[in-house]
């Protein structure tokens, strides 16, 4: 069984930047592809960043190409996810999720392990 937490999240202004972290425990984080989602209210939980068990692959969905940097530190069992000039779209609840397939790819059914979530606001 793996556990996933997350940590980071809070309220900040347009243009601001935050770092969620997401560490595991019960399985050594590099046998596990890792994952952002997000879930804004109203709205369906979506993809948002993976990234694979070596860090040799990465993918964003569009809306934060160039803004949002998915990392992982294997050794610190942790996930990351660096996100740069925030916009009030990108409010949301943000999950950690992780499988031990190594080709888990950007679909919520792809992930069996996610965590709690941590909230992630940003005002205009």
């Known amino acids: 069984q793996v556990q996933l937490v997350e940590s980071g999240g809070g309220l900040v202004q347009a243009g601001d930047s935050l770092r969620l972290s997401c560490a595991a425990s019960?399985?050594?984080?590099?046998?596990?592809?890792m994952a952002w989602f997000r879930q804004a209210p109203g709205k369906e939980r979506e993809f948002v960043a993976r990234?694979?068990?070596?860090?040799?692959?990465?993918e964003y969905t569009n809306s934060v190409e160039g803004r949002f940097t998915i990392s992982r530190d294997n050794a610190k069992n942790t996930a990351y996810l660096q996100m740069n000039s925030l916009k009030p779209e990108d409010t949301a609840v943000y999950y950690c999720?992780?499988?031990?397939?190594?080709?888990?790819?950007?679909?919520?059914?792809?992930?069996?392990?996610w965590g709690q979530g941590t909230q992630v606001t940003v005002s205009s």
């Open positions: 999720a992780a499988d031990r397939d190594p080709y888990a790819g950007a679909k919520i059914t792809s992930y069996n392990y």
């Open positions: 990234i694979s068990r070596t860090s040799d692959t990465t």
């Open positions: 019960g399985r050594v984080v590099s046998s596990l592809s």
